[in-house]
């Protein structure tokens, strides 16, 4: 738990978090074995009883291991999981309170064949129910002035099934090539906005309680191989393609981020992927090193993102708020690690680009995704000084996300009206930080039961000032001056953990 | 409840604005390099059925850190027509036109014509008829006591959808002289009811002091138009505003702005010392 406050006004800042993990195994006999976890986590942030938000998500997973022959091992599993967040306005007959959660109900078998010491065949089902609850904002308090105000909650049923091989044909190549299946359900209860091509909204259907009222079909195949030069050397390859049913649209505003998660429906089409990677491997200094670079091209169809002007908040009818269109992203990647020694760690750089084209967003120009940061390095350095006593450190470097800003303003009606640049012309300014942490351990020298450990860790060690979002304003006292500002959340933060093991 | 449900849609993305702000205070004004762009014409002109000069303001667009007036446009020659007689505009400061005293008539369509170095750029634009009002009445505004929310009494005429905007005085002085201080409603969820004392328009303002409420018969055009100037300034900035993006008003030739024409319908009353709260019974 960690309280930010540094004098009395932030004192009424509450922010803090909490993780808690649970795990078990039991051992029925030799062939059934059971696994068993639970996570719960979630953040919190309040501000004097006033107002807070908060999310988090707790997944549970039940697991038998179950060994039909020497050959044939399987797993059976029971998953469920969700993630909500709430945003509220605490204070008398004016509070209210906004929720939205989306939740899954799983369950898989998955099975490993070994026909003979050459093959490998893994096969397997799973059924996903998932739950949609975009957002509900309702008044609190006996004497509310709102009325509920509700986006439709929707369902929706996906099936796959899948069987791959891993074939060694010689000592040094692996091949692995397999099919996966999938089907996509809407079902009820929901309701669902009939748009006009012009994406104004007709009207409405109301589908009952398990209805299933609209289902995508898809074939995904994937292969990747893996030949040894040497014993130092090798060579990988893949290809794969993805059907995707949940697409996360993201809003690119000036940098404020916001995901949405949105099923695929009638009125959404599901995402299409097909992507290709190389990559060249080489360990140096008796495997001491590991080094690799590769490539990536990927291809995707049926990405949606949002119209101009677009309306977000708490919009039943936000299918029609999207727009389809094509993307494709391609990068190079290239990567240093040392695993073994008192000093470990790894250097990793990406370069990389992500386009969009979409013909009724940016007058069907090619624009860069929200997300395209072309230059990535990440630094992350370990050093065991004893048994007791572990330091680290990691540095990442990411471009500036893009982003749309003006480029011109004219005046109407006493006001600076902003004319904009082309869809994500601009980019935010480069994000980079290092992090500090510093680790001991109690109880190393007996064999405890319980062990436990001491974590220092200082975030932003020189507190970089990274913009969360950037704004344009008029100015107060002289109307005609504009003026940019940007929001910038995390300062050099310290923080002291105590993590208990048993 | 349309009204409640605008001004709590509102408030949740002030939050979102706010949290990083009260957080430990973490904004700071920066630098950014902004490229230019080509200058646009821009066109603010209104057309009443009040007897009245009328005026069309012309302006160019400029850099964004620009700082300064909005540059205007001189020597333009500005017509109005209502497709039988044209009227003629004289340009009383630099970019500043105005018609003779005159008044539009309701039902009528008028065409704005402008013509700058050889270019001409038009907008046609309806005259609605404006319903009157029976009264207006006053409430106490539940966010801050300083303000007065300005009620009206009136009955809607069912037949279509109908835009309107509405502007205060206060003591005969404009008050709402700011787009941003107008407020403008489409009539789908009162549409043919009686309007039994809903909050129009927001005044800072005491008791005995005289406010005249304007309402103004706007165009579908008109109020979409001022829907986006406010969605790409003062409603800008929270992660619930989807992408930003430039738009037109009904100009012609990609000039910026917008020739509204509509009618007018007034209301007085002096503010009584027994205000109740808005939402009491």
């Known amino acids: ?502 | 409840m349309n009204q409640k449900i605008k001004i709590m849609k509102r408030y949740i993305a002030i939050i979102l604005i706010v949290i990083p702000f009260i957080f430990s205070a973490c904004t700071e004004e920066i630098h950014i390099d902004l490229d230019s762009t080509y200058d646009r014409i821009v066109i603010e002109g209104y057309f009443t059925d009040e007897y009245k000069t009328h005026q069309v303001k012309i302006t160019k667009s400029a850099d964004y850190f620009s700082n300064t007036s909005a540059p205007a446009i001189t020597g333009a020659t500005v017509t109005i027509s209502d497709g039988t007689n044209t009227f003629n505009l004289t340009e009383i400061e630099d970019g500043l036109y105005e018609t003779d005293t005159m008044a539009g008539v309701p039902g009528n369509t008028y065409t704005l014509n402008a013509s700058i170095d050889g270019t001409i750029y038009t907008a046609s634009s309806y005259m609605f008829t404006c319903p009157p009002m029976d009264s207006i009445g006053f409430a106490r505004n539940i966010w801050d006591d300083e303000w007065i929310d300005v009620l009206i009494y009136a009955q809607e005429p069912g037949d279509e959808i109908n835009h309107y905007a509405w502007r205060a005085y206060k003591n005969d002085t404009l008050v709402t002289d700011t787009l941003h201080e107008v407020e403008f409603s489409d009539d789908v969820f009162i549409n043919g009811s009686y309007v039994n004392g809903v909050e129009v328009q927001y005044v800072q303002a005491e008791i005995g002091d005289t406010i005249m409420l304007e309402m103004h018969s706007i165009t579908e055009d008109y109020y979409e138009y001022m829907l986006k100037v406010m969605l790409e300034t003062v409603w800008n900035g929270g992660p619930f505003d989807g992408p930003p993006a430039n738009f037109y008003g009904n100009l012609s030739n990609e000039a910026l702005g917008f020739f509204a024409v509509y009618s007018v319908q007034r209301q007085t009353g002096i503010i009584p010392p027994d205000i109740p709260d808005a939402y009491e019974d």
């Open chain 1, 1 to 502: 738990m960690l309280l930010l406050s540094s004098d009395e006004e932030t004192k009424k800042n509450k922010l803090y978090f909490y993780d808690l993990n649970l795990k078990g195994n039991y051992k029925i006999n030799d062939k059934n074995r059971m696994y068993i976890s639970w996570y719960l986590g979630r953040d919190v942030f309040e501000y004097d009883d006033l107002f807070g938000f908060n999310w988090g998500n707790r997944t549970f997973t039940l697991r038998w291991n179950h060994l039909f022959s020497e050959r044939v091992f399987s797993n059976f599993s029971f998953i469920l999981s969700d993630y909500d967040y709430e945003l509220g306005q605490y204070s008398s007959a004016a509070g209210f309170k906004w929720t939205s959660d989306m939740s899954d109900i799983k369950i898989k078998a998955d099975f490993t064949y070994y026909p003979n010491t050459k093959n490998m065949v893994r096969f397997g089902v799973n059924g996903t129910f998932h739950h949609f609850n975009p957002g509900l904002a309702k008044g609190t308090g006996d004497e509310t002035i709102y009325n509920e105000l509700k986006m439709p909650e929707s369902n929706a049923l996906e099936w796959a099934g899948y069987i791959s091989n891993e074939w060694k044909p010689l000592e040094n190549l692996t091949i692995n090539y397999g099919l996966r299946g999938t089907i996509f359900q809407n079902m009820g209860k929901s309701t669902v906005y009939n748009f006009e091509e012009n994406y104004e909204k007709i009207d409405s259907t109301t589908y009952g309680s398990g209805d299933i009222y609209n289902t995508f079909y898809g074939l995904e195949p994937r292969a990747n191989f893996m030949y040894a030069l040497n014993s130092k050397s090798s060579i990988k390859g893949s290809y794969s393609r993805t059907k995707q049913y949940i697409h996360l649209a993201s809003n690119s505003t000036a940098g404020s981020p916001l995901d949405i998660w949105v099923p695929a429906s009638p009125n959404i089409n599901p995402q299409l992927a097909d992507q290709f990677a190389l990559g060249y491997f080489r360990n140096f200094f008796d495997d001491t090193y590991e080094t690799s670079i590769e490539v990536y091209y990927k291809d995707m169809k049926n990405q949606i993102d949002f119209r101009d002007h677009a309306e977000l908040l708490l919009n039943p009818e936000i299918e029609g708020e999207f727009r389809e269109g094509n993307a494709s992203s391609y990068g190079l990647e290239l990567l240093v690690r040392k695993q073994t020694g008192d000093f470990t760690g790894w250097i990793s750089y990406t370069l990389s680009k992500t386009e969009r084209e979409f013909p009724e967003i940016n007058d069907g120009k090619v624009y860069p995704a929200s997300y395209d940061k072309p230059h990535n390095v990440a630094i992350v350095a370990n050093y065991e000084l004893s048994r007791r006593i572990t330091v680290a450190a990691n540095w990442v470097y990411s471009t500036g996300a893009p982003v749309t800003f003006p480029i011109g303003r004219y005046e109407y009606g006493n006001m600076i009206v902003p004319i904009y640049s082309d869809r994500n012309d601009y980019r935010m300014p480069d994000y980079h930080r290092l992090d500090f942490s510093l680790t001991y351990k109690f109880g190393v020298n007996k064999e405890k039961r319980f062990k436990s450990e001491l974590n220092l860790s200082i975030y932003n060690v020189y507190n970089r000032k990274n913009a969360w979002m950037i704004n344009f304003y008029q100015d107060d006292q002289d109307p005609t001056v504009t003026k940019a500002e940007k929001v910038y959340l995390f300062p050099i933060l310290p923080s002291l953990t105590y993590n208990f093991y048993f």
